[in-house]
């Protein structure tokens, strides 16, 4: 529970092909001595784990950028994905260490396609180039506005298809959010066996969001992760690894 990284390599036996490290601020007068507890993660995290990495501020808008700014510095030419760039936070320095030091963008937006394209515009006007931006329209759990975020991916998606170069970036979901549905954690037995009602809610809204046009999935649950390559795998979307091949064998 104490090393983060030994819960990445967890999460890598589980079959994560990328993994989302967020930092967490106990309290905004330790940042100094967070960041370089942060700087020290980052590196172990890139040196020990071979598979992509995001890496998330705490979500505090002043506090981001000089965390995510820290952090590229750290792990410069790794190619790490920076979360997250938003309007209301100082996105020009997020871009900036992004360009510095050759990582990704996550672009985040609350369910609005035009911000997202104002976002994206002024990320591709600092000089960040279109490869290293990643969109994060923000995905709803189900029964919470998943509708919303189903729409608002296929819209981008279809401008993005139709000619519009600010919009032809990568698309981010984000199923980890459908543990916050009340119906995904409630200890309820009316409402059936909640280990099993978790992961639905998980898998529900990842396979919505896949076909709606994203290509990364950030999930939770392991056993959502097995459930949703296995629905790939059947339908052909991807091939079994090797060692999928050998536990089958």
């Not at 490869?131 to 919470?144: E, F, K, R, S």
Request: aromatic letters at 6%; glycine letters at 4%; one cysteine or more.
């Amino acid at each position: 529970l104490d090393d983060p990284i030994e819960w990445a390599r967890f999460c890598t036996e589980c079959g994560a092909e990328i993994i989302q490290l967020k930092f967490n601020l106990p309290s905004r007068r330790l940042l100094d001595r967070s960041l370089e507890e942060f700087i020290e993660i980052s590196q172990r995290l890139i040196k020990e784990i071979s598979v992509p990495v995001i890496f998330s501020g705490p979500d505090l808008t002043e506090i981001d950028p000089q965390i995510l700014e820290t952090v590229a510095s750290a792990t410069k030419g790794e190619r790490v994905l920076l979360a997250s760039a938003r309007l209301d936070n100082d996105y020009p320095r997020i871009a900036k260490a992004a360009i510095d030091n050759k990582h990704v963008v996550l672009a985040s937006t609350d369910c609005d396609p035009p911000s997202q394209k104002m976002l994206n515009e002024r990320l591709l006007g600092i000089g960040l180039p279109p490869d290293q931006i990643v969109m994060d329209p923000t995905t709803a759990a189900l029964g919470y506005g998943l509708e919303y975020s189903l729409s608002i991916a296929e819209q981008i998606r279809l401008n993005a298809l139709k000619g519009d170069k600010s919009l032809q970036m990568p698309i981010v979901a984000f199923p980890a959010n459908s543990w916050t549905a009340r119906e995904a954690n409630l200890e309820d037995l009316r409402y059936g066996d909640l280990y099993s009602r978790g992961l639905i809610w998980e898998l529900t809204t990842a396979l919505t969001m896949f076909l709606a046009g994203a290509e990364l999935l950030v999930m939770l649950h392991p056993e959502s992760v097995r459930r949703f390559k296995t629905f790939m795998r059947d339908q052909g979307f991807i091939e079994p690894s090797v060692t999928e091949m050998n536990n089958q064998n």
